[in-house]
């Protein structure tokens, strides 16, 4: 009987756990006319389903409550043909407050204020990032100033829906990516924008993890490993003879190269070249003096680049001397500042027939 009972109480708690809780939103709209109305909807599957038509009172307020046992993401537009959206992140039982105002010569919202969930606030700020940017100098700011703000929050669920902003460029965001994932995955793990980053991550190489062995041959036709510079700062450098940035990146790595290298900083140039004519005059043309040059000749299907997930070039993989990777495609003041701070680290080296020494974690 005792059984029973128990199973019986363990069933309602699993039942209670998935039970539909109400949420409030509540707010008022300037910039469109008395009486006009919000359509809401709900993303469903990368869908929107209508949900409610929401009429602005006198004041131009409106309040909707919403059932839902898991957190949800809804949208607000204006019946204006062609009206912009309103992303809102709601948790079950959520009692959010906000003041909008609707741009109509943009067709878009923005969020004068907000009080109630900090899954709203991230949306507010990220949205103002970008109606902010109107000059060519701003734009060409915003993603660094996105990524930062998600990285400074990587612990909210909307932060999993607003990174989707880098899906295109997604090599370069990487860290960004799996900072957010690692944050959110134990929580929601059935969130479905959680998921999408954790699809995306499948079969690529990301800080935290050991960085897999690269084995490929030289112009000479001799083996190099990866795993034979472990001692070292390794920088891999995936690129190629035809690539435009790839090439115009290169002094700067040369510099690097010949500042560090005496510091214990090795390159690694996995190239996806398909010519090995261009490959070798690419390295003779750039100046690019390390030894550590290799290539299967295979293009896009270059065994090292499928083994790093690598879609675009340049991209780089910044390693520890432990052989744990630390970040990829840094760049410029950010990368070095980086290698300084791994190659002044202590290097213990284990000893022959010994595991490998676990290296002191980064910040």
């Given at each position: 009987m005792?059984?029973?009972?128990?199973?019986?109480?363990?069933?309602?708690a699993?039942?209670?756990?998935?039970?539909?809780?109400?949420?409030?939103?509540?707010?008022?709209?300037?910039?469109?006319?008395?009486?006009?109305?919000?359509?809401?909807?709900?993303?469903?599957?990368?869908?929107?389903?209508?949900?409610?038509?929401?009429?602005?009172?006198?004041?131009?307020?409106?309040?909707?409550?919403?059932?839902?046992?898991?957190?949800?993401?809804?949208?607000?537009?204006?019946?204006?043909?062609?009206?912009?959206?309103?992303?809102?992140?709601?948790?079950p039982?959520?009692?959010?407050?906000?003041?909008?105002?609707?741009?109509?010569?943009?067709?878009?919202?923005?969020?004068?204020?907000?009080?109630?969930?900090?899954?709203?606030?991230?949306?507010?700020?990220?949205?103002?990032?970008?109606?902010?940017?109107?000059?060519?100098?701003?734009?060409?700011?915003?993603?660094?100033?996105?990524?930062?703000?998600?990285?400074?929050?990587?612990d909210?669920?909307?932060?999993?829906?607003l990174?989707?902003?880098?899906?295109?460029?997604?090599?370069?965001?990487?860290?960004?990516?799996?900072?957010?994932?690692?944050?959110?995955?134990?929580?929601?793990?059935?969130?479905?924008?959680?998921?999408?980053?954790?699809?995306?991550l499948?079969?690529?190489?990301?800080?935290?993890?050991?960085?897999?062995?690269?084995?490929?041959?030289?112009?000479?036709?001799?083996?190099?490993r990866?795993?034979?510079l472990?001692?070292?700062?390794?920088?891999?450098?995936?690129?190629?003879?035809?690539?435009?940035?790839?090439?115009?990146?290169?002094?700067?790595?040369?510099?690097?190269?010949?500042?560090?290298?005496?510091?214990?900083?090795?390159?690694?140039?996995?190239?996806?070249?398909?010519?090995?004519?261009?490959?070798l005059?690419?390295?003779?043309?750039?100046?690019?003096?390390?030894?550590?040059?290799?290539?299967?000749?295979?293009?896009?299907?270059?065994?090292?680049?499928?083994?790093?997930?690598?879609?675009?070039?340049?991209?780089?993989?910044?390693?520890d001397?432990y052989?744990?990777?630390?970040?990829?495609?840094?760049?410029?003041?950010?990368?070095?500042?980086?290698?300084?701070?791994?190659?002044?680290?202590?290097?213990?080296?284990?000893?022959?027939?010994?595991?490998?020494?676990?290296?002191?974690?980064?910040?």
């Amino acid at each position: 009987m005792k059984r029973i009972i128990l199973l019986i109480a363990l069933m309602a708690a699993a039942m209670t756990g998935t039970q539909a809780q109400t949420s409030t939103l509540s707010g008022s709209l300037k910039g469109v006319p008395a009486g006009s109305r919000i359509v809401v909807g709900q993303i469903v599957k990368d869908r929107i389903q209508p949900v409610d038509t929401l009429r602005l009172d006198k004041k131009g307020e409106f309040k909707i409550k919403l059932k839902h046992s898991e957190p949800a993401y809804y949208v607000l537009q204006t019946t204006e043909q062609g009206s912009g959206l309103c992303h809102i992140l709601l948790e079950p039982k959520d009692k959010v407050k906000i003041n909008l105002v609707y741009f109509v010569d943009r067709h878009a919202f923005t969020i004068q204020s907000c009080k109630g969930s900090r899954n709203v606030e991230l949306y507010r700020q990220f949205n103002d990032l970008l109606l902010a940017a109107m000059t060519p100098e701003q734009q060409a700011q915003l993603p660094d100033r996105a990524s930062r703000l998600l990285a400074m929050n990587s612990d909210i669920l909307m932060s999993a829906f607003l990174v989707t902003f880098f899906d295109r460029n997604f090599d370069n965001y990487v860290s960004l990516y799996s900072k957010i994932r690692n944050d959110l995955k134990p929580r929601y793990p059935q969130d479905p924008y959680v998921k999408h980053i954790d699809k995306r991550l499948e079969g690529v190489v990301y800080p935290g993890m050991q960085a897999p062995e690269i084995a490929m041959k030289d112009p000479e036709g001799n083996e190099r490993r990866l795993s034979a510079l472990k001692g070292n700062v390794v920088l891999i450098d995936f690129w190629a003879s035809w690539c435009g940035p790839c090439r115009r990146e290169n002094p700067n790595v040369v510099k690097l190269y010949e500042k560090y290298h005496d510091q214990g900083f090795e390159i690694f140039s996995v190239s996806l070249d398909k010519a090995k004519d261009a490959w070798l005059r690419a390295i003779n043309d750039d100046h690019l003096s390390w030894p550590n040059h290799v290539s299967d000749l295979n293009g896009w299907t270059s065994s090292g680049g499928k083994t790093y997930g690598i879609s675009s070039v340049p991209s780089t993989v910044l390693v520890d001397r432990y052989g744990k990777v630390v970040a990829r495609n840094l760049r410029g003041a950010e990368l070095e500042n980086k290698l300084q701070e791994l190659l002044e680290q202590e290097w213990i080296a284990p000893e022959e027939g010994e595991a490998p020494v676990e290296e002191p974690a980064h910040e």
